[in-house]
């Protein structure tokens, strides 16, 4: 990747039966030939699914011990890799990103002399058995093909037992999620519960570049360009900083900035990730920079979502890289949105969404989360925010309303976890 990593809808209307009223003619309904044409083809279609078989590509042809990311701990070696969509479709014979699925392999060697016992909910507390993969696909498959299907994914799926001196592999099914993999391991040998090991990856998944990778941090800035700070002059700039962010042209007023976060990019990646945010891709075209916010003179160097499943239940963090270095350490001010709801049930492609106008609280809730992920080391508040009352409030440069307390926090995030 270039950069330093910090690292249509289709409409359908539906018009129900007596809408125009009583008096518009109706289509005659479908002669007996062509309910039988009908009855055939779904017939013919059927008997095909129920011959056809389980097919897959071997795993041996993906070179997977050779891709895989290694650590260690104590007696005990992992290692572990996540296929593509595409190479994960090849390699189990189904489509399993269409019921969100992702595949994580994992190869645990345990070098003690007592057995290990894997964890495998602390990879995903709500993984899929393998069994269950299979039952989600048996419709694709003859009889035959399923049986084939269920005893190919069993015999790949990672055990949960190691031996004493021995070593396992295989697939644990997990939920999918997009951009970089994030997940634990934990082990603990079975003689023995307090010899316990946990592992925690990020792995980059082929086939997603997150926007964040389109930018190379270390020369968004010429070196002349940029201040170094210690804790007391990073007051001062923090105040002098202007309260809002700003639409395209610079003129229009955004939405009030009170969050700033000093860290390295590969930590706050890291904490982000831990926390269950999501990398994003965005197609940085007229429509997307014409509606975002500003600040330095450009959008956001990257954007992080959490719940995604539903536009309204989404949490949204856009950040850019500050001009400063804070005790060697890059700042990032962040700014986040969390939708309601929508304006209209038309969807937010047409009408946008309705934003909770509280920016102070999203400022609260990022504070609790980078403290419940175990990524906060320490923090800090500056008065020198806008203060906008909930009875009078603001308006961006999008019509949508806020307002804010006119406290600003600054917080120094920890790649490794720390202790709450």
Not at 218 to 226: A, F, G, I, R
Not at 258 to 274: I, N, T, Y
Not at 360 to 383: H, I
Not at 385 to 412: H, I, S
Request: net charge negative; aromatic share 12%; with cysteine.
């Amino acid at each position: 990747m270039p950069g330093t990593p910090f690292r249509d809808i289709d409409s359908v209307i539906i018009i129900p039966r007596g809408y125009f009223g009583s008096n518009v003619a109706m289509a005659p309904s479908r002669s007996p030939v062509s309910r039988a044409s009908l009855a055939l083809i779904i017939s013919l279609g059927l008997a095909a699914c129920s011959l056809t078989p389980y097919r897959y590509e071997p795993l041996d042809q993906f070179a997977i011990a050779d891709r895989a990311v290694q650590q260690e701990s104590g007696d005990l070696t992992l290692r572990a890799w996540v296929p593509s969509v595409e190479e994960a479709e090849r390699m189990f014979g189904v489509p399993l990103h269409q019921r969100g699925i992702q595949p994580v392999w994992l190869e645990i060697a345990n070098h003690a002399d007592v057995r290990a016992r894997l964890i495998i909910s602390s990879i995903d507390r709500e993984y899929f058995p393998p069994l269950e993969v299979a039952y989600l696909h048996k419709k694709q498959f003859s009889k035959q093909g399923w049986m084939d299907m269920e005893a190919y994914l069993h015999d790949n799926a990672m055990p949960r037992i190691i031996p004493a001196r021995g070593r396992e592999s295989g697939f644990v099914f997990t939920h999918l999620t997009t951009g970089t993999k994030a997940f634990n391991v934990d082990i603990f040998h079975a003689d023995d519960r307090d010899d316990y090991a946990q592992f925690s990856f990020f792995i980059e998944v082929p086939g997603f570049v997150p926007d964040h990778a389109e930018i190379d941090f270390k020369t968004l800035y010429s070196s002349d360009t940029v201040e170094d700070l210690d804790r007391d002059s990073l007051r001062a700039w923090i105040s002098d900083l202007p309260c809002c962010t700003t639409d395209r042209s610079g003129v229009k007023q955004g939405w009030g900035i009170e969050v700033f976060l000093v860290s390295p990019g590969r930590d706050l990646l890291q904490a982000l990730l831990r926390a269950g945010w999501s990398e994003t891709s965005y197609e940085r075209n007229d429509a997307y920079l014409d509606n975002a916010d500003y600040l330095f003179g450009r959008p956001p160097d990257t954007v992080f979502r959490k719940g995604r499943d539903r536009v309204i239940e989404r949490n949204e963090l856009a950040l850019w890289m500050a001009p400063v270095r804070v005790d060697g350490q890059p700042l990032w001010v962040a700014k986040l949105k969390h939708p309601v709801g929508r304006r209209y049930e038309i969807g937010e492609r047409f009408l946008t969404v309705q934003l909770d106008p509280d920016v102070s609280e999203g400022r609260n809730y990022l504070l609790q989360d980078f403290w419940y992920a175990q990524s906060l080391a320490a923090y800090a508040w500056s008065t020198t925010g806008k203060v906008v009352t909930e009875d009078q409030p603001e308006r961006d440069f999008r019509k949508n309303e806020w307002f804010a307390d006119g406290a600003r926090l600054v917080m120094w995030i920890s790649g490794p976890p720390l202790d709450l």
